[in-house]
């Protein structure tokens, strides 16, 4: 199985600032991310969202606003016909030494236990930290950075999500 690994916030829809994350309560589409993972899956691709959501160990939001926010942008995709496979994230402070906050491997590992068949030198992770390239290159699997230039093998920058098409 092909997976796409996708970042949510940044990647999917939009991030904001630790602080101003405590009054965000439905989420906000990145412009061409939707008819991008559109794309994505007519590829053969398998949609799992990864996410560090550091914020709700720090205190910024709690656990229920995470699910909220979660549980609209899943209804907006499923209402646009983009099938999201599963989603993987790690709530841990970022001193906590958790092995789920990328760039450690803790949430592919957890895919992969949860579904043996994905191949992930078939896979590849996007997203718009360094976390996340450098998890692509931690894993030496295809990776893309939006605004991130990381000099890696297998690693490429994107201007935005839009361009990620033109590399599958």
């Given at each position: 199985?092909?997976?796409?690994?996708?970042?949510?916030?940044?990647?999917?829809?939009?991030?904001?600032?630790?602080?101003?994350?405590?009054?965000?309560?439905?989420?906000?589409?990145?412009?061409?991310?939707?008819?991008?993972?559109?794309?994505?899956?007519?590829?053969?691709?398998?949609?799992?969202?990864?996410?560090?959501?550091?914020?709700?160990?720090?205190?910024f939001i709690t656990?229920?606003?995470?699910?909220?926010?979660?549980?609209?942008?899943?209804?907006?995709?499923?209402?646009?016909?983009?099938?999201?496979?599963?989603?993987?994230?790690?709530?841990?402070?970022?001193?906590?030494?958790?092995?789920?906050?990328?760039?450690?491997?803790?949430?592919?590992?957890?895919?992969?236990?949860?579904?043996?068949?994905?191949?992930?030198?078939?896979?590849?992770?996007?997203?718009?930290?360094?976390?996340?390239?450098?998890?692509?290159?931690?894993?030496?699997?295809?990776?893309?950075?939006?605004?991130?230039?990381?000099?890696?093998?297998?690693?490429e920058t994107l201007?935005?999500?839009?361009?990620?098409?033109?590399?599958?």
């Amino acid at each position: 199985m092909k997976i796409a690994f996708l970042d949510r916030d940044g990647t999917i829809i939009k991030d904001y600032p630790d602080e101003r994350w405590t009054a965000i309560h439905s989420p906000e589409f990145v412009k061409g991310a939707v008819n991008t993972l559109k794309t994505v899956i007519s590829k053969d691709y398998e949609i799992i969202i990864i996410t560090n959501q550091y914020i709700i160990h720090e205190g910024f939001i709690t656990f229920g606003q995470y699910e909220e926010v979660t549980a609209k942008m899943l209804k907006e995709l499923t209402k646009q016909q983009v099938q999201v496979l599963d989603i993987f994230y790690c709530p841990h402070g970022r001193n906590e030494g958790c092995d789920c906050l990328k760039p450690r491997d803790g949430m592919i590992r957890m895919a992969l236990e949860k579904y043996p068949e994905i191949n992930l030198k078939e896979s590849f992770i996007v997203g718009d930290s360094r976390a996340d390239v450098e998890l692509a290159a931690n894993l030496n699997i295809r990776g893309f950075g939006i605004r991130i230039d990381y000099r890696g093998k297998n690693i490429e920058t994107l201007n935005d999500i839009t361009e990620l098409p033109d590399y599958l």
